[in-house]
């Protein structure tokens, strides 16, 4: 049985909130890390403001601020039982309550919670705008790990002290989104996720090591993918993006630095697709996506204009777009744009005109696999592949005529 929210007035009307499972949530504004709901635009709530108890002898909810209020059905408590139905309000955000079975989206066994004293950190791996992954091992299985602990980098903010805030609580909310996408995916072609933590301020995620380097790593290195491995690299992106849209949920952050190429002893290679933290769900029964309208994020050379116009109305195009501009990127080392790199936001936002024809770039593109590629970049959804399953079946298509042709 999952506890589900539906707010119905105050800044986040229209949100939805799910609870998977029985446990203890604190409902509180966006900032501390151990607020399970979090409400970034509601500033009458405070950081921790109520707690809920859900259990199989029912849910109970207590107020845990004691200069915030707590109404239930119009009436203001202290604590008091929550059943399917009631109104609760706090701050300025009314919303719902009602049981509903559990999400189909979610794991059945959730993600376990881990302490971050169960492991031995080692060497920083990578370090992003909102965390840094360090290797790890488990003391007590000795199983080689990664730690991605949040460490928002707020320097961009300088010393204001009310923006530096504002950021961190916003750094919070996409942290948190990503541990609640990874309870969602499973897939071979997905970095997977081991468990989760938070203790006090601490928030990490449990991952899988990658021993390898990532896309842009291998194209910067090594120069761009002969044709098999391109083709396999395109295959498994497609098919991670395929698996992530059937669960409701769209990447919007896809490019060569999210794509890992792990590598086992033999050199065989597999791709994983990692970092969903500005993930979007289209599932009702988890949470609505963090961004703001009109706040683009992810890396700008890879997004698809209209998301670059207005993130928050991300569909699966958007992910089409960056899977075609990711391959686009593994066969050029150029961005879909090419060497001009003078276009401002709002030429990327536009989009048409500014392609630059990949066997310009790279004569040795088979026509092809090229056309796949750049009707994947169509900077008009109507005239983009539909699907990241549509692309792929394109491609595969084209790799079959073209080992016809070499077999006769």
């Known amino acids: 049985m999952d506890l589900v929210f539906d707010l119905t007035e105050g800044p986040d009307i229209g949100r939805r909130l799910r609870f998977v499972g029985h446990g203890t949530y604190v409902l509180g504004r966006a900032g501390d890390p151990d607020a399970d709901l979090q409400l970034p635009t509601d500033a009458r709530m405070s950081r921790r403001h109520a707690e809920v108890d859900f259990g199989p002898e029912g849910c109970h909810i207590r107020l845990l601020t004691g200069t915030g209020s707590l109404e239930i059905d119009g009436q203001r408590v202290e604590a008091a039982p929550l059943r399917s139905g009631s109104v ?22 959730a993600l376990p919670r881990r302490r971050l004293e169960a492991f031995e950190l080692e060497d920083e791996l990578g370090r992003g705008a909102m965390g840094c992954v360090y290797a790890a091992r488990d003391r007590a299985t000795g199983e080689a790990v990664a730690i991605k602990r949040f460490e928002p980098d707020l320097s961009w903010a300088g010393e204001d002290a009310d923006l530096r805030t504002s950021a961190n609580e916003r750094a919070v909310g996409y942290f948190l989104r990503e541990m609640e996408l990874s309870a969602v995916l499973e897939h071979p072609h997905i970095v997977r996720t081991l468990g989760i933590g938070r203790e006090k301020e601490e928030l990490f995620l449990v991952m899988e090591r990658i021993e390898g380097c990532t896309l842009m790593e291998r194209v910067r290195i090594h120069g761009v993918l ?88 991300a569909t699966e195009a958007v992910d089409v777009f960056s899977a075609g501009a990711t391959l686009y990127y593994a066969l050029t080392g150029k961005p879909w744009f090419g060497d001009n790199r003078k276009h401002r936001w709002a030429d990327l936002a536009r989009g048409t005109g500014l392609l630059a024809p990949l066997r310009e770039v790279n004569p040795d593109v088979p026509e092809a696999i090229a056309a796949v590629i750049e009707k994947a970049l169509a900077p008009r959804i109507e005239d983009r592949y539909t699907s990241a399953r549509e692309v792929r079946d394109a491609l595969d298509a084209a790799a079959a005529a073209l080992a016809g042709a070499d077999d006769k």
């Not at 896809?254 to 933290?277: H, M, Y």
């Open 88 to 109: 609760l309000r706090m701050g300025a955000t009314s919303m719902t309550v009602r049981f509903t079975e559990a999400s189909p989206a979610v794991r059945e066994n």
């Open 226 to 313: 002969d044709m098999p491995l391109l083709l396999k690299v395109a295959r498994a992106l497609l098919d991670a993006l395929t698996y992530a849209h059937a669960k409701g949920i769209i990447h919007r952050d896809v490019c060569p630095s999210n794509l890992l190429l792990a590598e086992d002893p033999e050199g065989r290679i597999t791709p994983k697709l990692g970092d969903f933290g500005i993930g979007k769900s289209m599932a009702a029964g988890v949470s609505a996506a963090l961004t703001r309208t009109g706040e683009a994020r992810g890396k700008e050379h890879f997004m698809a204009p209209e998301c670059l116009r207005d993130a928050k109305r």
